[in-house]
Structure formats: structure tokens, C-alpha cells
């Protein structure tokens, strides 16, 4: 994970010279600067104007080394992204904001209903400000992130040859938690930024928020609408509670996938393969009784990953995935606005570039949790599922997501529109055929040519 490297410099901490809480200090003498504290307490309001005095700086220190269940301080992480947010204006939602969104989502779920076999997936609908996106969202992040965090900390005491173990007890402790508090900090900027740039609550693909709950940012809308001259609030709004009405159309009418999309990603985190050969040889240069030595051996890479061949599998399984997801999306919000907003060719347009070339808000997950999750084949597989209703129908479209093992590969999106294309629509099966084939499926082999 980018930035892990960075827990080195805390280790030569407590040597460091000159204590902070004296007054009248020079600003510009600052004995965090060019360690992860500097930046971390800058986040918390500290250096803007001087050194922070001491009792700020203990109860800031306290929040990010407290015990905690898990590798990561979800309530500092919280605070410190709620902060970030706060830097750019964040204004609590009006109660006719709140009336446009429900509205919207109302109008959105009439439209889809003739798009799809899928019934709606929205039981409740929400507009949210940043810092409600952040609380909001935080139980899936904690699902994503724990695992990345959890694996730097223990293959950093893997890797620790046995005799320092004995020796560097104490250290392990410390930087288990200095870990832990410096993912604490990098994660919370990061859910700061992302809150600026995120729509809604399923806005980079992923199920972040509470099932069942349709949620857009009005804030951020706005924002976006602003970059449309051509296209009225009223169809923005309206464009992006139909694609998060979609989306929850796909994750309730789908049970599976939701699970699948999260827990794969969690385990590319998990698994992130750590050298650990060369950790310990660095580790064995170390001098425990240099302040400074473990610091710098942290700081040179020691914390480098390198995706596995398994992980590099697994990770083109989760992008083909994104992208059946987002073009699924892009299809159905297509046919439900193809004769009914003519600025919807234009939106479209928009959404497609943000998530395929990757905007700010992808680039912070990357940072987050170690992985792009840019849907780069979107095209292609809003392709492939409009030829598949044009030759088959709707229910045949659909019906691909009734297993994972029925869904498109990436060598079906190099052809989209080939995909099953010599296979027979459910309509035109015997009931016994149909029966046969589901069968087969969920005993666990593949479906036949054909079926």
C-alpha cells in the first residue's frame, strides 16, 4: 500500500530532539518536519499557525496510538476524514434537497421498470452531505482496508529474523501501532478527498453504503452539473439517480454479487505478497542500538509489495467484473432515457470518460487500497449486453447474472458482440430443458452449448 513505508520514521521518534509545547517557538522549527506527524497533525488543525501546544498535541497522539480492535483506528480515521472534507465548504443538506433526491430516485425506479426484469432495489433514499458519506460509508472501507493493513504489519514480523524478535519486542509493539496510526492518517486524507468527488453512494462501483439505500450528494452534483453548461440541474440529477437506481436494481436483484464484489477485493488486499526475503535481509543489517536504523530500513521500501500471480488473476477477474457491472448500468439507463432525455446521449458521454479514464475519486481509492478500479472496458460490456437483449431479450440479458459462472469473460468483451451468440434465448427452451440446465449449474458444472 502506497505510503506504508512511511511508518520507518516513527521508530527514531522519542530521540528526536527539542520537545514540542514550548511557546514561542519558530514556526518554522518544527521537529515533526519530514516525518508522517507532520502531516499527520497538520490534518488535525496543528502548524497552521505555530507549534500546537502540548496538550493538543498528547490528545492527538492519544487518539492515533489507542487500543482499537484491528489494524486501523476507524474513529480517527473518521475524524481526520470528516477535517479534510471540511476544508472546502460542506453545507448541511436542506430539506429541499432531500425532496429533489427522493424525487429524483422516484422518478428514476418508474423509468427502469420497463428496462428490466429486475424489481427495485431502493427502500430508502438519502441525500447526503460529505461528512455523511464519509460515517456513512466507513463499515465497507473498514472491509476493504483492514486486510491491506493486517498484512504489512504481520509480514513485517515474519520477516524479522527469531534473534531480533527477542531483542526488538518492544519495537514490534510500537510499530505495530506507529502501522497502524499511519494508515489511520492516509486513509482518513483519502476519504477526505474522495468525499469532494464522489455523486452517490455507489459512484466508483462498489456497494459502499447501506443496502437498499439510494443516496446522491448534492453538493458534489451541483458541482458537476456546473461543468455541463448545456445540460439543466434538473437532467443531471435526474441522470445520476437513474444510474444509482440501477445500481441497486443490479446489487438486490443479484445476491450474490455484492459479497463478490467486496470480499474480492478485500482478499486481493489480504493476500498482497510482501517480500519477505528481503525484508529479512534487511532486517539483518539493522543495528537495534542506532535510533535511526530501523527508520531507515522502513523508509528504503521495505514495505514494498508485489502483486502475486494470483493476485494479478484475480485482480483482471474484479475489472472485468467492475466493468459488466458499470456497462450493465450504462445499458439500462440508456434504454430507459433513449426516448425521453435528449441531453442523456451528452451524460452519458460524461460518466463514461470519468469512470473509464479514471478521476480523482479513482486515484484515491488506488492510494486506499492498493488497487485501480477503473471499469476500462466499460464500452464493451454496455456493448455486449445491449446485443445480447437486442438478439435475446431482456430476461436473457438479465439472466447471465444469475451465477457467477454464466458471466462474461475478458475474452468475451474482446468480442461483445459474439458473446452467446449461437445460444439459445430462455423463451425458446422446453421446461424440461430448462429445468435440466439449472440443474446442471447449480450442481456446479457448465452450462452446455448452448443452453
Avoid at 239 to 265: M, N, T
Avoid at 298 to 313: I, N, R, T, V, Y
Avoid at 319 to 346: F, H, I, N, S, Y
Wanted: hydrophobic residues 45%; charged residues 20%; glycine residues 10%.
Amino acid at each position: 500500500m502506497p505510503g506504508l513505508g512511511a511508518v520507518g520514521t516513527v521508530a527514531g521518534m522519542s530521540d528526536t530532539p527539542g520537545g514540542p509545547g514550548s511557546s514561542g517557538r519558530d514556526p518554522d522549527d518544527n521537529p515533526f518536519k519530514g516525518t508522517p506527524f507532520e502531516q499527520i497533525f497538520s490534518q488535525m488543525g496543528g502548524f497552521a499557525g505555530g507549534m500546537p501546544d502540548l496538550n493538543a498535541l498528547m490528545a492527538q497522539m492519544q487518539s492515533l496510538f489507542a487500543p482499537n480492535d484491528g489494524p486501523v483506528n476507524w474513529e480517527t480515521v473518521t475524524n481526520l476524514a470528516r477535517r479534510a472534507a471540511a476544508q472546502e465548504p460542506d453545507p448541511t443538506v436542506t430539506t429541499a434537497q432531500s425532496a429533489a433526491v427522493a424525487d429524483a430516485v422516484r422518478l428514476a425506479d418508474h423509468w427502469l421498470d420497463t428496462t428490466t426484469e429486475f424489481p427495485s432495489g431502493v427502500t430508502t433514499t438519502a441525500a447526503w452531505s460529505r461528512a455523511e458519506w464519509i460515517v456513512e460509508t466507513v463499515p465497507v472501507w473498514k472491509v476493504l482496508v483492514e486486510p491491506i493493513a493486517g498484512s504489512a504489519t504481520q509480514a513485517l514480523g515474519q520477516a524479522m529474523p527469531e534473534e531480533m524478535r527477542q531483542l526488538a519486542g518492544p519495537l514490534m509493539a510500537m510499530l505495530g501501532k506507529a502501522s497502524g496510526a499511519m494508515v489511520a492518517s492516509q486513509v482518513g486524507s483519502g476519504l477526505g478527498a474522495l468525499a469532494g468527488d464522489v455523486l452517490s453512494a455507489s459512484d466508483i462501483g462498489l456497494p459502499l453504503g447501506p443496502i437498499g439505500r439510494a443516496a446522491l450528494l448534492p453538493t458534489n452534483v451541483a458541482a458537476f452539473a456546473a461543468e455541463l453548461p448545456d445540460v439543466t440541474a434538473d437532467d443531471v440529477l435526474l441522470y445520476l439517480a437513474l444510474r444509482e437506481a440501477a445500481h441497486q436494481r443490479l446489487f438486490a436483484g443479484v445476491p450474490w454479487l455484492r459479497d463478490h464484489l467486496i470480499g474480492a477485493v478485500a482478499e486481493y488486499g489480504a493476500g498482497m505478497d510482501f517480500d519477505t526475503s528481503g525484508m529479512e535481509t534487511k532486517l539483518r543489517e539493522v543495528d537495534l542500538s542506532d535510533p535511526t536504523a530501523m527508520q531507515d530500513a522502513l523508509a528504503g521500501g521495505l514495505f514494498d509489495p508485489e502483486p502475486s500471480p494470483a493476485q494479478k488473476a484475480a485482480l483482471e477477474k474484479l475489472e472485468v467484473t467492475l466493468a459488466l457491472v458499470e456497462g450493465w448500468v450504462d445499458e439500462v439507463v440508456g434504454q430507459a432515457t433513449a426516448e425521453r432525455m435528449p441531453a442523456a446521449a451528452k451524460l452519458q458521454e460524461t460518466v463514461r470518460r470519468r469512470r473509464a479514464a479514471g478521476g480523482p475519486a479513482e486515484q484515491t481509492f488506488a492510494t486506499l487500497v492498493g488497487l485501480e478500479l477503473r471499469p476500462r472496458r466499460l464500452r464493451d460490456a454496455s456493448t455486449l449486453w445491449g446485443s445480447l437483449r437486442t438478439r435475446q431479450g431482456t430476461e436473457a440479458r438479465d439472466g447471465v447474472w444469475m451465477s457467477p459462472h454464466l458471466l462474461p469473460t475478458a475474452a468475451d468483451l474482446d468480442d461483445p458482440l459474439g458473446f452467446r451468440e449461437d445460444s439459445v434465448a430462455p423463451g425458446e427452451l422446453s421446461e424440461d430443458e430448462f429445468d435440466a440446465g439449472l440443474r446442471e449449474l447449480l450442481d456446479g458444472g457448465d452450462p452446455r452449448p448452448g443452453e
